[in-house]
């Protein structure tokens, strides 16, 4: 079966604009989580949905990032006025159940430069 | 507030020769722990994970993990490598009632010698 989507694959924007990033999660699954992963580190968290509801944003570094699932399955990244600093790979991952130990499944990730 | 240290960030070993890559992590709580591995240009992959039971957990790809709670380790090793092999390893941790994060550690660059 198909696993999880991301578009674009790969992102340039000028310092200032708007950027959003979709991500398909895998059919079915009820949990999706969005990371930034930075050149040379692992993914950091950013925010957790659970079906439609965003049970966790503490990981958004600013109100600059703003993130939605409306309907439980399709969900995008918005990041309103670039920085450089935003500059990074955005990583979408989705699992089966809400269970921790449940396994996370990876799309291939966004790389967005701000220049 | 839970973390995971990887120390190395690169390791060369030759080809057929074993390795070790290092995962420590800080917990309060009962912690799930995993190993997950990302090629170049791909997503990252689930090798393993350590839930509960018995503390060596086998993965994917001949690799193996053996979770140490006294000496909160999460070491992954494999007793001969290939040149596939060669990648980025990230070690994570999530636990405890009321977080749905998971911490990543830095990462550790495999690279396999011929």
């Known amino acids: 079966g198909a696993g999880v989507s991301q578009s674009p694959r790969y992102k340039v924007a000028k310092r200032g604009q708007d950027v959003a990033l979709r991500c398909d999660p895998i059919?079915?699954?009820?949990?999706l989580f969005w990371y930034q992963q930075a050149l040379g580190q692992g993914p950091e968290f950013l925010t957790y949905?659970?079906?439609?509801?965003?049970?966790?944003k503490s990981g958004l570094p600013s109100d600059r990032f703003f993130a939605e699932r409306p309907e439980g399955s399709v969900s995008t990244l918005k990041i309103q006025r670039t920085q450089q600093e935003d500059s990074a790979v955005y990583l979408c991952a989705s699992k089966k159940s809400r269970d921790r130990g449940e396994t996370q499944y990876f799309g291939p990730g966004t790389r967005l430069l701000v220049l | 507030a839970q973390s995971v240290t990887q120390l190395d960030s690169q390791v060369p070993v030759f080809e057929e020769a074993p390795v070790e890559l290092r995962c420590n992590y800080s917990s309060s709580v009962s912690v799930y722990l995993f190993w997950y591995v990302q090629y170049p240009n791909q997503g990252l992959q689930l090798l393993l994970k350590y839930l509960s039971g018995s503390t060596l957990v086998k993965g994917i790809n001949g690799f193996e993990a053996e979770f140490n709670k006294s000496q909160t380790s999460f070491h992954l090793r494999k007793p001969s490598v290939h040149i596939s092999d060669t990648a980025e390893y990230f070690c994570a941790v999530t636990g405890g009632s009321g977080t749905y994060k998971y911490i990543f550690g830095t990462g550790t660059r495999l690279k396999v010698l011929a």
């Open positions: 059919s079915g699954h009820v949990s």
């Open positions: 949905f659970q079906n439609e509801a965003q049970l966790d």
